[in-house]
């Protein structure tokens, strides 16, 4: 089973939200739906970065890691050849809200 680490956006105030999931486009309805906390007082989440990690230790390090990435460096992360957004992939739905 693959494990993912995402980063969301919220175009209206400027926040990214960054996180781990089994299932990203579940967790997306999630953070658009209300049922995440931090998320929660924001809507219209997109997700604009998603990368598949083999185990869940491996997933977890990467997401504490870029937890602590300035805004610059996500920025270079979301347009990095890693991110499994892009046409084809079977992602780019996770785009819209």
Do not use: Q
């Not at 693959?2 to 969301?8: A, K, L, S, T």
């Not at 209206?12 to 931090?38: D, I, M, Q, V, W």
């Not at 937890?67 to 992939?89: D, E, F, T």
Request: net charge positive; with cysteine.
């Amino acid at each position: 089973m693959p494990f993912f680490v995402y980063i969301i956006s919220n175009d209206a105030n400027n926040k990214l939200y960054k996180g781990f999931s089994e299932n990203p486009k579940e967790r997306l309805l999630h953070h658009n739906e209300g049922k995440s906390t931090y998320t929660s007082t924001y809507n219209n989440w997109r997700m604009v970065f998603l990368a598949e990690f083999p185990t869940k230790s491996a997933a977890l390090c990467f997401e504490k890691k870029i937890k602590k990435w300035n805004r610059k460096s996500l920025a270079n992360l979301i347009v990095s050849s890693i991110n499994l957004i892009n046409p084809g992939s079977g992602f780019e739905s996770l785009v819209i809200p």
